[in-house]
């Protein structure tokens, strides 16, 4: 299953006034990155996917419908998933967006690569 476009469109409104942001397809789904870091994406399970950091983990998850990410059976400590029930309205999404990029903003821009290159042209819409 291919992510949710309207996810991925709500998600590039809410991030338009930030600097630095690239989308890339990964994991199935399409994944917003900011200085290089990946801060969240529209996942192909029909939620979301946020980053938050091992410290930001134990109050996302009291949140509903968030649970901790497992690839490979083993739970990824700062990789939350919200269902698509907690991203329904603006305000959820809006929050859950604010935790992601409160993260990867404390991480020092990535050398190389996209970051240094500077951010994507948007792709036209078709």
């Known amino acids: 299953m291919a992510y949710d476009p309207e996810?991925?469109?709500r998600l590039r409104e809410q991030l338009a006034e930030v600097d630095n942001v690239t989308e890339k397809r990964m994991f199935g789904g399409l994944?917003?990155?900011?200085?290089g870091h990946l801060a969240m994406?529209?996942?192909r399970h029909g939620g979301m996917m946020v980053r938050?950091?091992?410290?930001?983990?134990?109050?996302?998850?009291?949140?509903?419908h968030a649970r901790?990410?497992?690839m490979r059976g083993r739970p990824m400590t700062g990789w939350i998933f919200v269902?698509?029930?907690?991203?329904r309205t603006k305000r959820q999404l809006q929050s859950w967006v604010r935790r992601g990029l409160k993260f990867v903003h404390s991480l020092?821009?990535?050398?190389?690569g996209a970051a240094a290159r500077?951010?994507?042209?948007?792709?036209e819409r078709r």
């Open 7 to 9: 996810l991925a469109e």
């Open 31 to 35: 994944a917003f990155l900011v200085n």
């Open 41 to 43: 994406s529209a996942s």
């Open 52 to 64: 938050v950091g091992a410290g930001g983990s134990d109050e996302a998850l009291s949140r509903p």
């Open 68 to 70: 901790l990410i497992e």
């Open 83 to 87: 269902e698509h029930e907690g991203v």
């Open 108 to 112: 020092p821009p990535k050398r190389g």
């Open 118 to 123: 500077g951010p994507r042209p948007a792709r």
